[in-house]
């Protein structure tokens, strides 16, 4: 037995219905689970649905028995959170969906013993223990095998011929490498066994109620600076990684001491807020700008050290350890993070002073960058740059290829307005009334990520022009939970929402549409009628009529219209008159546009032709129309009641067109495939 196993062995906890964790023969056992962190259990989903549906309306119904020393404690647990939770709660399913994990809050466990959570996953191959609570043999007992993690299969880890005997669905894997707890026994396969990565828990977060998920994790790093610190001869996780061979970077002990110094901190709002200072620590450390290609998705600041592990640069290399660098710049970036957000509520000197303690080493440029973070009133160092999102969300959708009325469509994160990080696709597509459902999470994923604090990503949408009446503003990212969800924002009322078009965006631009573009970044602009209807001859010369403008009509007058034009169109633009017209403007290089996506008649179209001519001309540039429209939305809702809305029902269903010739798709500065895992086949 490794010294890791012996550290997992009192973190173990047998599930059960209440009442029966003394029952050696296990009659009424579900499965394992493990501490980790004092009153808080980890274990599959699938292990918890045995107690039927008083489980999922979060009753105290999972029975827990753990060791403590030489005495077992037995109590009841309340599941918090899990994922999936099965639709039919007295019916659950017979395969239980990708993540599989529960995490259930244990009352009284306050001196349990708790494992270590890997903060990375493991690189293949990779030897691991699994263990779990078992009655194969007849009574209830510890069981572990060694084996080795070969890859993935989907989302899952896969272990090669070696699995978890019965019972063990629920229990820790155990890295011997990293010595640290990288996975859940999900269950066994053919050849091997399937394990849920404990990067999985991300997930959980996102979930009604995450921020117990949060508050889990800190008390994790809570735990392990405690036992670092405890003056008890018995082995703990921090001193056993240390003994480990080949380990480089931040040392076990200081890692500890900063996980425990960021548990005290207010926790990130989402995953964006923490890459964004691990980008500007990267770009200093490495001396470049070069976003990284891959993506991830850490959820507290921990886990932020954790993505700088193993960071290379060749310009530097020998010089130092530049993971050490980058782990004392990253901490010095989150207590300035947090004390411009937070002010003095928030008491940063505990991490300040770990900080300047293990910075005596470094060099005097590293020293000095340190200090001028960490330092208040001082000025922004050189790796803080402007405050804004991390990055903006790309929404391709294509018209259908392979199967008719189904779009394939993809979500990109753009980050410095050049380089595409693809997330999440789907090739064989959904159908025009499938979109907003299928693309929610997805979006909801990738705004999260290009997010900073306060500072929101905006969403590009690059659509095919049948697609342009799709009310994309309009939809929501969180399924309904109640009725107060009603006043809860739109996607187009809480961020920048604008269309671009999909077919000019494959292809190089062209001169008008650069031109057109320059004129519109600099300003002023003013509004032209996208359809301007001609004097036509009637019967005779008493009883003229209106005749509609033709194509080329429109094309030739939208081609002479002077430099910061912007077509308007009080109707919908994806078929018909309108759908004619917005080509023509396309094709003679407009790089804006403004119009209305509802298809019933207007009875008000003088009065969003005026008032759209006004915020055209009183915006300074192309770019700035945007949150004058992103307000007309909010006000214009009709979930804001009857007084409000009449001022404002001209701009009920306001699209914009904002289409800039230089950014991405085409011309993408890197486009590195999905990260595995990630995306849909």
């Not at 005026?610 to 979930?639: K, M, Q």
């Amino acid at each position: 037995m490794s010294a890791f196993d012996a550290l997992v062995r009192p973190a173990l906890v047998r599930i059960a219905a209440p009442d029966c964790g003394y029952d050696p023969h296990g009659d009424r056992y579900w499965g394992t689970g493990f501490f980790i962190a004092p009153g808080w259990v980890l274990t599959c989903a699938h292990v918890v649905a045995e107690g039927g549906s008083a489980v999922w309306r979060s009753e105290p119904v999972v029975g827990i028995t753990w060791e403590d020393g030489k005495t077992s404690r037995e109590t009841t647990g309340t599941v918090v959170l899990a994922l999936p939770r099965p639709d039919r709660p007295d019916d659950p399913p017979d395969r239980w969906a990708f993540p599989d994990i529960a995490l259930v809050r244990v009352p009284g466990a306050q001196k349990a013993s708790c494992v270590r959570l890997g903060e990375r996953p493991p690189v293949p191959p990779a030897p691991v223990g699994l263990h779990g609570w078992s009655r194969e043999t007849g009574e209830l007992g510890i069981r572990h095998v060694h084996g080795t993690l070969i890859g993935t299969d989907g989302k899952a880890l896969i272990t090669d011929w070696v699995m978890p005997v019965e019972g063990c669905s629920g229990g820790p894997v155990v890295d011997h490498r990293q010595g640290a707890v990288v996975g859940l026994n999900k269950g066994r396969g053919r050849d091997g066994g399937a394990v849920v990565p404990v990067t999985a828990l991300r997930r959980l977060h996102d979930l009604p109620g995450g921020e117990a998920m949060g508050e889990a994790l800190r008390a994790h790093d809570r735990y392990h600076l405690a036992r670092y610190r405890s003056l008890d001869d018995r082995p703990d996780w921090t001193r056993t990684q240390g003994r480990l061979t080949g380990a480089a970077g931040v040392s076990p002990g200081p890692r500890t001491q900063l996980y425990g110094h960021f548990a005290e901190l207010p926790a990130p709002t989402a995953p964006g807020e923490i890459m964004d200072l691990v980008d500007q620590v990267k770009a200093w450390t490495r001396d470049d700008e070069l976003p990284d290609a891959l993506e991830d998705d850490p959820r507290t600041w921990s886990e932020g050290a954790g993505l700088l592990r193993g960071l290379r640069a060749p310009r530097r290399d020998g010089v130092r350890d530049l993971e050490l660098d980058a782990v004392l710049l990253y901490a010095a970036h989150v207590a300035r993070h947090v004390r411009g957000r937070y002010g003095e509520r928030i008491d940063t000197a505990d991490l300040t002073h770990w900080i300047v303690d293990e910075s005596g080493d470094a060099d005097r440029h590293l020293r000095r960058e340190i200090d001028r973070l960490v330092s208040p009133g001082r000025p922004a160092p050189l790796s803080v740059r402007e405050p804004r999102a991390r990055a903006d969300v790309l929404l391709e959708i294509d018209p259908p290829v392979y199967d008719p009325g189904r779009y394939p469509w993809r979500v990109k994160l753009l980050l410095d307005g050049h380089t595409v990080s693809p997330l999440h696709f789907d090739e064989r597509g959904a159908t025009r009334a499938q979109l907003g459902e299928s693309l929610r999470e997805p979006l909801a994923d990738a705004l999260r990520r290009g997010d900073s604090g306060r500072h929101l990503a905006a969403v590009e949408a690059v659509l095919p022009r049948e697609l342009f009446d799709e009310p994309l503003d309009t939809w929501r990212l969180e399924p309904p939970q109640g009725p107060d969800d009603a006043w809860l924002p739109a996607l187009g009322q809480r961020r920048f929402v604008v269309i671009r078009d999909a077919r000019r965006n494959d292809r190089e631009p062209t001169p008008e549409w650069r031109e057109r573009w320059a004129a519109a970044e600099h300003g002023p602009l003013h509004a032209t009628p996208l359809r301007a209807e001609v004097p036509g001859a009637g019967r005779d010369a008493h009883t003229p009529r209106v005749r509609r403008e033709t194509w080329p009509e429109a094309y030739d007058r939208l081609r002479e219209a002077a430099g910061g034009a912007v077509p308007v169109y009080c109707g919908h633009v994806g078929s018909g008159d309108g759908f004619m017209a917005m080509n023509a403007a396309l094709e003679a290089g407009h790089p804006l546009a403004v119009w209305r996506t509802g298809a019933h008649d207007h009875t008000d179209c003088a009065e969003f032709h005026e008032r759209a001519g006004r915020l055209l001309s009183a915006v300074r540039d192309a770019w700035d129309v945007r949150g004058p429209v992103r307000s007309l939305r909010t006000r214009a809702d009709r979930a804001a009641g009857p007084e409000v809305l009449p001022a404002y029902a001209w701009a009920e269903s306001i699209a914009l067109l904002l289409d800039p010739p230089d950014r991405p798709p085409y011309g993408g500065s890197l486009e590195p495939p999905p990260l595995l895992g990630e995306g849909e086949q």
